[in-house]
């Protein structure tokens, strides 16, 4: 259609024209640049995370015709803290189903870890025929063995027992991180003390693993009452309130690290995790000293019954 002559477009006419085709520049041939974990990313290489119409945050890609992604496929839950509070269909969060697996699987790494017979490897390694689940206190713990096997082969088994709680703990936080540190490391206890088919020893020594790769700060003062409590005669023969005084230090200083947010260098961040082990690793150990006690007891008295001219 011609346009008259001597037409004049208003002004107005003419600066809404230029906007909409800088717009049309704009949005129709440059795509805005796209962010992943701070990042800038080019379309199609990293995946982007997005809300559908079904409220699941799902993550998507820059290429066309690509069906949405779970939004922890590929990657971790703990990469990207917004990604642990998405919810899917039935208020489930997509990508804390599979953060839990993680958890659940270090767990089950830390029982197994923890059940490994170190004292029944000793006692057969020593070649002399004894059952340290029969003979002098029948508990399968380093003390146990430095009694029936002599010192050399109860401080292997002391080590082992540590070293069970340190490994545990370990590939606990490198399969799930801080938590499956905590749970692996209380699992590692739990399967000293009940291992399956045979009677297991007490957990203290695998608890001092568990201190040494979670909770590293406070393992000085562990030490201390250690020390402490084996220096005092009291205490010395009352092994069970010496575990029961340690138990306490270790869950109040768990609380105060986590209240106070003190260092905790090598070992995993100052949070509620750390009381919470100390007291379930503590409640496995007091229930193992308990179910033993009228056993020790036995021992001791014919232990002093038998020191006596």
Same mark, same amino acid.
């Given at each position: ?27 129709? &041939? ?163 003390c009940h291992p399956p ?17 979670? &909770? ?93 001219p």
């Amino acid at each position: 259609m011609a346009v008259p002559t001597g037409f004049e477009p208003a002004a107005s006419t003419l600066t809404g024209w230029r906007s909409l085709q800088t717009d049309l520049r704009d949005h129709s &041939f440059e795509k805005p640049e796209r962010t992943w974990n701070g990042r800038a990313v080019k379309p199609g290489s990293q995946p982007l995370s997005v809300g559908t119409p079904y409220g699941i945050r799902t993550r998507v890609t820059g290429v066309k015709g690509r069906r949405p992604r779970p939004l922890d496929e590929g990657g971790s839950a703990a990469d990207d803290p917004t990604e642990r509070t998405v919810y899917g269909l039935c208020g489930t969060s997509v990508a804390g189903m599979r953060s839990r697996r993680r958890v659940l699987l270090a767990a089950v790494a830390g029982y197994v870890i923890g059940s490994f017979p170190s004292a029944d490897l000793a006692a057969r390694l020593a070649g002399e025929g004894s059952d340290l689940h029969s003979d002098g206190t029948g508990n399968p713990g380093g003390m146990n063995a430095s009694h029936v096997l002599g010192k050399k082969w109860g401080l292997t088994v002391a080590s082992a027992d540590v070293g069970k709680g340190v490994l545990a703990a370990r590939v606990g936080r490198g399969v799930a991180g801080d938590a499956g540190a905590h749970l692996a490391g209380v699992a590692a206890v739990v399967g000293h003390c009940h291992p399956p088919g045979r009677t297991g020893g007490k957990g203290v020594a695998t608890s001092i693993g568990q201190v040494i790769a979670t &909770f590293p700060g406070y393992l000085p003062i562990d030490l201390l009452v250690g020390v402490a409590t084996s220096a005092i005669p009291w205490f010395k023969q009352r092994t069970r309130t010496a575990t029961t005084v340690a138990s306490v230090s270790w869950v109040g200083c768990g609380i105060l690290w986590w209240r106070r947010g003190l260092p905790n260098p090598g070992g995993t961040a100052p949070t509620v995790g750390l009381p919470l082990a100390a007291a379930a690793s503590s409640l496995v150990i007091a229930e193992r000293f308990r179910a033993e006690r009228h056993r020790v007891d036995a021992y001791n008295t014919a232990t002093k019954e038998t020191s006596q001219p």
